[in-house]
């Protein structure tokens, strides 16, 4: 079974981000850092129950690259939105081999002392326009940085998944997502919503 571990708002800039997300929380984010192998950086908030929140946007200083960045970044336009969920498990290989197919092959990652292993197909995308989660394993105690964040004193409360063809993807999602906080719901266009309970009531994350 699968886990939540992070939720994704990708952006234009990580400014653009950290606004968005601070206007609609009312809280502050912290520094995150850089993905050099995808050429992204990204800001983190703690939430309750061992989950964060990231702010990930391409860093206009890397490299260019010659293959498409994790989350369709190379695609992201408009202003911030809520795009992409991810898991962790235990057993990667599993977990890819239960997924839909283009949910990608494993590639290993490090940022300082943090180690994981991610799933991230070709073309960059995730099953079903983000509203399958994205899978990832942590290395060493299989933790992920939501222990090192600061507390926000905010917590998920639910985690709405909208798409077009909503049985298909509860269909997708059986037997490796079983969370009482992810709903799905028919929705005429992929679309993720969090509500959020922040120190000033329960706000909604587009």
Not at 41 to 66: H, K, R, S, W
Not at 116 to 136: E, S
């Amino acid at each position: 079974m699968l886990k939540l571990d992070h939720l994704a708002v990708s952006c234009g800039s990580l400014g653009e981000g950290r606004e968005a997300v601070e206007a609609a929380l009312g809280v502050t984010m912290q520094a995150g850092g850089k993905h050099a192998q995808f050429g992204t950086e990204n800001m983190l908030l703690g939430l309750e129950a061992g989950i964060y929140l990231e702010v990930i946007a391409i860093d206009p200083f890397a490299t260019p690259l010659q293959v498409p960045r994790w989350f369709d970044l190379d695609c992201f336009s408009g202003p911030p939105r809520l795009s992409n969920w991810i898991c962790a498990t235990d057993d990667m290989g599993a977990a890819i081999a239960a997924a839909p197919n283009g949910i990608g092959e494993p590639v290993a990652l490090q940022r300082g002392d943090l180690a994981w292993t991610m799933a991230v197909a070709k073309d960059g995308k995730v099953p079903y326009g983000g509203a399958f989660p994205a899978l990832i394993k942590w290395g060493g105690d299989g933790r992920n940085p939501a222990r090192r964040l600061m507390s926000s004193n905010c917590a998920l409360k639910r985690l709405v998944l909208g798409h077009p063809e909503p049985e298909a993807l509860q269909v997708a999602l059986a037997g490796m997502v079983s969370d009482p906080r992810v709903v799905i719901e028919s929705s005429r266009e992929v679309r993720l919503i969090a509500e959020i309970s922040t120190p000033y009531g329960v706000k909604t994350l587009l």
